[in-house]
């Protein structure tokens, strides 16, 4: 009897001892399926992306300044750059030469004005750009502004009714052409230049 007690008692701790143990394949089999942990140190981090050119360009749009042209250039573009130079800023392509000068399209406005929307000058860099789109001075003179209000905004204005030229900066002017009392194209010209007349010819 009392081996009888001993076998009971045996085989019930068996039973308890199996229950309390899991089988190690099956804690190998769930931590495959589980979700991966990843502590602190391991979380994936990355920089904001850069904004593209296109978002800079609204971001002035906005603004309401990135098409004024002058005193001494357009956005990147600056008077008496290079063609490298002029390049670089991924603003122009380049056009044909006749002469000492070299015409040049900006990529932003496509055909807005036919010919070139200006030109290099051998020896004297980028020397003209002509007014594309909604250019504008920074007193608001642009394509369509009328002779009377092109004469209040500038003090220093020179030539004829339908030709005039105003001081944009030390070494450079704005120019201007009226036809029908209102501005019919203008740009920025290197004082002096004489691509500038290859310009009013297009």
Not at 6 to 24: F, K, Q, Y
Not at 49 to 66: A, Y
Not at 70 to 98: C, K, N
Request: charged share 25%; glycine share 10%.
């Amino acid at each position: 009897m009392r081996l009888r007690f001993v076998v009971l008692v045996a085989a019930a701790l068996l039973i308890v001892t199996g229950c309390s143990e899991s089988d190690p394949s099956t804690d190998a089999d769930a931590g495959a399926d589980g979700p991966p942990t990843t502590t602190a140190s391991e979380e994936v981090t990355s920089d904001p992306p850069e904004p593209s050119r296109k978002d800079r360009e609204d971001d002035l749009e906005l603004r309401g300044d990135w098409e004024e042209l002058g005193p001494d250039g357009f956005l990147e573009l600056r008077l008496g750059m290079s063609q490298a130079e002029a390049l670089a800023t991924r603003r122009i392509a380049i056009g044909e030469t006749v002469g000492r000068c070299t015409g040049f399209y900006l990529a932003m406005y496509g055909d807005a004005q036919p010919g070139p929307h200006g030109y290099f000058t051998t020896g004297r860099g980028l020397s003209v750009i002509r007014a594309q789109g909604q250019m504008h001075t920074a007193n608001g003179v642009k394509h369509g502004t009328r002779h009377s209000k092109v004469l209040d905004s500038f003090a220093d204005l020179v030539g004829s009714e339908s030709f005039m030229t105003a001081r944009a900066s030390d070494r450079a002017e704005y120019y201007f052409v009226f036809n029908e009392g209102v501005v019919s194209d203008f740009g920025l010209a290197s004082a002096g230049d004489p691509c500038l007349v290859r310009a009013l010819r297009r």
